[in-house]
């Protein structure tokens, strides 16, 4: 059964930091699989916060997660992770890893969520004072 499971969330004040992971099971050849890292809060639509592909530096994010937020992979551990730097209110969601396996010559990772088909169960980020 394929599966991601994330953690690292949680309670955090304005200028902290957390790291969120996401670990993949019952996949084969997780080096071709782009990770992307979405998040949602109540009433609006899940949005990008930043994806990786496939090989080096192949990373986008999103304006709000630039220069912030720093997206990257083990493969050897199965396992992606979003290191969320100076942390604002409005990071306040949540955050939902996701993979689809790349398929071809393609080695960049989609920024819309219905380009991914293996989604995690979701983590709350809190961002509070």
């Known amino acids: 059964q394929v599966q991601l499971v994330q953690s690292g969330g949680g309670l955090v004040q304005p200028g902290g930091s957390l790291r969120l992971s996401c670990v993949a099971s019952?996949?084969?050849?997780?080096?071709?699989?782009?990770i992307g890292w979405f998040r949602q809060v109540p009433g609006k639509d899940r949005e990008l916060a930043s994806c990786?592909?496939?090989?080096?530096?192949?990373?986008t994010y999103s304006p709000s997660a630039k220069g912030r937020f720093t997206v990257s992979r083990e493969d050897f551990r199965k396992t992606a992770y979003l290191q969320m730097n100076d942390l604002k209110p409005e990071d306040t969601a949540i955050y939902y890893c996701?993979?689809?396996?790349?398929?071809?010559?393609?080695?960049?990772?989609?920024?819309?969520?219905?380009?991914?088909?293996?989604w995690g169960q979701g983590t709350q980020v809190t961002v509070s004072s």
């Open positions: 019952g996949i084969d050849g997780f080096d071709n699989y782009a």
């Open positions: 990786i592909g496939k090989g080096f530096g192949r990373t």
């Open positions: 996701a993979a689809v396996e790349l398929r071809g010559m393609t080695k960049y990772c989609a920024t819309y969520v219905s380009g991914y088909d293996i």
